[in-house]
T-cell receptor, first 114, second 113 residues
Framework: KNQVEQSPQSLIILEGKNCTLQCNYTVSPFSNLRWYKQDTGRGPVSLTI?????NTKSNGRYTATLDADTKQSSLHITASQLSDSASYICVVSALHTNAGKSTFGDGTTLTVKP | EPEVTQTPSHQVTQMGQEVILRCVPISNHLYFYWYRQILGQKVEFLVSFYNNEISEKSEIFDDQFSVERPDGSNFTLKIRSTKLEDSAMYFC???????????FGQGTRLTVV
């Protein structure tokens, strides 16, 4: 069964600090992995998307890594801001399915405090 | 910047009633999706729609649910005979190709009382 597990479940950091969120998956055959940011009561917003051949991708202060051999990904947030407080969701798609029927993780709830 | 829009933002309905949730996907996108997120839980896939037909659906998407693209712009989710457990945020999303990123709308919060 395809699964995506994220850790930690929640994280509290001080403004300006860095943090790293983890995602392990068992989706096979792998197609791509996406990180989304979801503010409370809002729809998820895409941060990065990576395919099998990519092992790092940046979007501003967000940097995602992918190790397709160990089936792990991380999302690193640099110089955190109060507006980074949100749920970060790892989503993995399998080949031969469309992006919609992807496997979602439970998310990591990040709280950035002043 | 183009975006997916959903209406209404909040819908309250009585148990047993039918509801229709509406979505306008990004105009040049070809793949459309509905998701559900029960409060405090993760996003769950319901259905994907391409070329005027359902391409994939989850176990959640039973006979109570149906989708339609009645014209060139709208994409709707109909829930017949709503139950209390249908209370959730419902997100519509669209993508340009089969395996590219999906852009989500802001969601419709459905409350069944």
């Amino acid at each position: 069964k395809n699964q995506v597990e994220q850790s930690p479940q929640s994280l509290i950091i001080l403004e300006g600090k860095n943090c790293t969120l983890q995602c392990n998956y068992t989706v096979s055959p792998f197609s791509n992995l996406r990180w989304y940011k979801q503010d409370t009561g809002r729809g998820p917003v895409s941060l990065t998307i990576m395919t099998f051949s990519e092992n790092t991708k940046s979007n501003g202060r967000y940097t995602a890594t992918l190790d397709a051999d160990t089936k792990q990904s991380s999302l690193h947030i640099t110089a955190s801001q109060l507006s980074d407080s949100a749920s970060y969701i790892c989503v993995v798609s399998a080949l031969h399915t469309n992006a919609g029927k992807s496997t979602f993780g439970d998310g990591t709830t990040l709280t950035v405090k002043p | 910047e183009p975006e997916v829009t959903q209406t209404p933002s909040h819908q309250v309905t009585q148990m047993g009633q039918e509801v229709i949730l509406r979505c306008v996907p990004i105009s040049n996108h070809l793949y459309f999706y509905w998701y559900r997120q029960i409060l405090g839980q993760k996003v769950e896939f319901l259905v994907s729609f391409y070329n005027n037909e359902i391409s994939e659906k989850s176990e959640i998407f039973d006979d109570q649910f149906s989708v339609e693209r009645p014209d060139g712009s709208n994409f709707t989710l109909k829930i017949r005979s709503t139950k209390l457990e249908d209370s959730a945020m419902y997100f519509c999303a669209s993508s340009s190709h089969k395996n590219t990123e999906a852009f989500f709308g802001q969601g419709t919060r459905l409350t069944v009382v």
